[in-house]
């Protein structure tokens, strides 16, 4: 189901509004950096059986609490970290989630060693299908079901849904596009 269908005039106008930061300037629109392709994927992985309004408000604790989504830094997470991320209240505290987040950061490291980024490694699988997409993400990275993999790839672009053809932002995105990326 697109996003566009979740924003809508009966919520309180705090809850629009972060729906509609969200929807109007990054659901869909392609990420050109590691850090927040990264960031994205730690986001779907933790909004796994909670709503994606309580990650939206937590995206800031997030990005703090990992470290800007910096991947080395991530990487390196000792038991001394993990510590801080369970007894931290303002982001999900979910061993298994923050298991895939460092066991993720460390995969990424090596696409980026073999592929020049991560970017890149998701460029090649480009045009994959969704299944296809699925078995390539269980296979490479942790804590990885459909509809995380579904999530992460039509909220960077890599697959079409995140936006209707009638809704505003969808020419929008299209604009920004490399043109080898427009999926039809």
Same mark, same amino acid.
């Given at each position: 189901?697109?996003?566009?269908?979740?924003?809508?005039?009966?919520?309180?106008?705090?809850?629009?509004?972060?729906?509609?930061?969200?929807?109007?300037?990054?659901?869909?629109?392609?990420?050109?950096?590691?850090?927040?392709?990264?960031? !994205?994927?730690? &986001?779907? /992985?933790?909004? #796994?059986?909670?709503?994606?309004? @309580? *990650? $939206?408000?937590?995206?800031?604790? %997030?990005?703090?609490?990992?470290?800007?989504?910096?991947?080395?830094?991530?990487?390196?997470?000792?038991?001394?970290?993990?510590?801080?991320?369970?007894?931290?209240?303002?982001?999900? !505290?979910?061993? &298994?989630? /923050?298991?895939? #987040?460092?066991?993720?950061?460390? @995969? *990424? $490291?090596?696409?980026?060693?073999? %592929?020049?980024?991560?970017?890149?490694?998701?460029?090649?699988?480009?045009?994959?299908?969704?299944?296809?997409?699925?078995?390539?993400?269980?296979?490479?990275?942790?804590?990885?079901?459909?509809?995380?993999?579904?999530?992460?790839?039509?909220?960077?672009?890599?697959?079409?849904?995140?936006?209707?053809?009638?809704?505003?932002?969808?020419?929008?995105?299209?604009?920004?596009?490399?043109?080898?990326?427009?999926?039809?």
């Amino acid at each position: 189901m697109s996003y566009c269908c979740f924003v809508n005039n009966a919520q309180p106008a705090e809850r629009k509004l972060l729906h509609k930061q969200y929807h109007d300037n990054h659901y869909g629109f392609p990420l050109h950096d590691d850090y927040e392709l990264f960031g !994205r994927l730690i &986001l779907e /992985i933790n909004q #796994a059986g909670l709503s994606w309004e @309580t *990650i $939206l408000k937590k995206e800031a604790a %997030f990005r703090i609490a990992y470290h800007n989504y910096n991947i080395a830094k991530v990487a390196a997470y000792t038991q001394k970290d993990i510590e801080r991320l369970l007894n931290n209240p303002d982001i999900i !505290r979910n061993k &298994l989630k /923050i298991k895939a #987040a460092i066991e993720n950061a460390k @995969t *990424i $490291l090596q696409l980026q060693k073999q %592929f020049g980024s991560f970017e890149n490694w998701l460029n090649q699988h480009h045009k994959l299908s969704l299944t296809n997409w699925i078995k390539l993400f269980k296979k490479t990275f942790y804590f990885t079901g459909g509809q995380i993999v579904n999530e992460f790839l039509m909220s960077t672009g890599y697959l079409p849904g995140a936006h209707t053809k009638d809704c505003p932002i969808y020419s929008k995105i299209l604009a920004t596009r490399p043109q080898w990326l427009i999926i039809k």
